[in-house]
């Protein structure tokens, strides 16, 4: 506990130097000074000894919840407790995470005699994803008669772990993309009869069916036409590879381009893993930052989850070849690699080809360019000056090259998808279900 001097022993001193000045002039006024200084210190003394008798008695305790939304809103509690035989005056303040909105608060409040606790809340938002830390909290009481105040820290560290916001809590975030998921697994499911080279049951034959697919030996000893029906294999190995580049660091609107991807890279993962297959993680700029072996089951989607909660663009230049020797040396079997990134001209992606050549030999590449929402302002907006205009010829030369480059990636076998970050789930998926309905792997 820190002991600082209140509001009224400041009045007092400056009523004391006013008479200190005026005693040079009336030595008379000097034995008022003294009789104040004396009767000053007593009660200072007394305002002390209460302040010490009343810091032990109070307690405080936060609750908050250990998992939250990235950017949306979560409730904090403060439980104060004490004896409740005198009334209080509180300043409460808890130390924040740098990134929180707001990044400050102070709780003034009273308790009256007689209550033994209060309970206080505040609203709160965490823009970053990643585990971020509450604490400690720090309180402030004045004296009964405001000479002295009494500040003094609680120890209560808290952490509280920032999620994307489809793996959040929130009932809210069970809707809306979510059960767009589930309608793509239900038609996953309906289609994957019938595809693929496993054999799942015997059936009569339908309009509609492959003549070549009749079992014949099975149609004679029946006395109608019986037709083997097969499945997309299960159990194929999927590799999301997250580019944490300094590209990915562009704002989207909502968050930044990197966020986006992390949204729908573990939405992907969540449909892959309970589709059956297993599903990895890569992330890399011009080094690799993680890499996840595939996982099956809810184990395997809460490593994931894991492993990308605190990633963040380090503002470097992106390096597909580390990674992609990374998967050369550790990913033999045939797999689905689903490449997170964008490219902004042709000479990138000429570095990019390259080093994917021998890994669409071996694996199947889709591509998930994250356009950047900046560059399509730009070309809309009005002209009104030669710096507008000369912004808005850059941003169409920046478009077609990268129009350019993703070309020059379907032509050499890599499946794209263009979309806008805030919008790349859905598609992402979508093509993730034909490609696994292809047959491809």
Request: with cysteine.
């Amino acid at each position: 506990m820190s002991i600082r001097p209140g509001r009224n022993l400041l009045r007092i001193a400056g009523v004391c130097a006013v008479f200190a000045f005026a005693s040079f002039l009336w030595p008379m006024t000097g034995w008022l000074l003294l009789a104040m200084v004396l009767i000053t210190l007593s009660y200072v003394v007394w305002d002390f000894r209460d302040l010490a008798s009343r810091y032990p008695q109070i307690k405080v305790m936060r609750v908050l919840p250990n998992v939250v939304g990235r950017d949306l809103k979560f409730q904090v509690e403060w439980r104060i407790e004490h004896d409740g035989r005198q009334p209080l005056s509180l300043e409460l303040r808890d130390q924040l995470p740098p990134t929180a909105v707001p990044p400050f608060q102070t709780i003034a409040f009273d308790v009256p005699a007689g209550e033994t606790g209060q309970t206080l809340s505040s609203e709160f938002r965490l823009p970053v994803r990643g585990t971020f830390e509450f604490g400690p909290i720090w309180l402030r009481t004045p004296g009964p008669r405001g000479l002295l105040e009494a500040q003094w820290s609680v120890n209560s560290v808290a952490a509280v772990k920032v999620l994307p916001e489809s793996f959040s809590t929130g009932e809210a975030l069970k809707h809306d993309k979510r059960a767009a998921m589930l309608l793509l697994d239900k038609m996953s499911q309906a289609r994957q009869q019938g595809v693929g080279t496993e054999f799942d049951q015997l059936s009569e034959f339908r309009d509609g069916d492959d003549p070549r697919r009749i079992d014949w030996r099975t149609s004679a000893r029946f006395g109608r036409p019986i037709v083997r029906r097969f499945r997309v294999e299960r159990h194929r190995d999927v590799m999301l590879l997250i580019d944490c580049g300094r590209l990915m660091g562009a704002d989207a609107v909502h968050g930044t381009k990197l966020d986006c991807a992390v949204d729908s890279a573990l939405m992907l993962g969540r449909t892959v893993l309970e589709g059956g297959d297993r599903c990895g993680l890569g992330l890399f700029d011009d080094q690799v930052l993680g890499y996840l072996p595939p996982v099956t089951g809810s184990l395997g989607l809460r490593a994931l989850t894991e492993s990308v909660c605190s990633v963040q663009s380090r503002w470097r230049e992106a390096d597909f070849t580390r990674m992609f020797a990374t998967l050369q040396s550790r990913q033999s079997k045939r797999s689905l690699l689903v490449i997170l990134s964008d490219i902004i001209d042709e000479a990138t992606s000429t570095r990019f080809r390259a080093s994917m050549g021998a890994l669409c030999r071996r694996h199947v590449v889709l591509f998930a360019a994250l356009q950047t929402p900046l560059l399509r302002q730009f070309t809309r907006a009005p002209v009104g000056s030669i710096v507008d205009g000369a912004r808005k010829a850059v941003a169409f030369r920046l478009l077609r090259e990268r129009e350019v480059a993703l070309q020059s990636l379907r032509h050499s076998g890599v499946h794209v998808v263009d979309v806008e970050p805030n919008e790349l789930t859905i598609p992402l998926i979508n093509q993730f279900i034909e490609l696994r309905q292809g047959n491809l792997l």
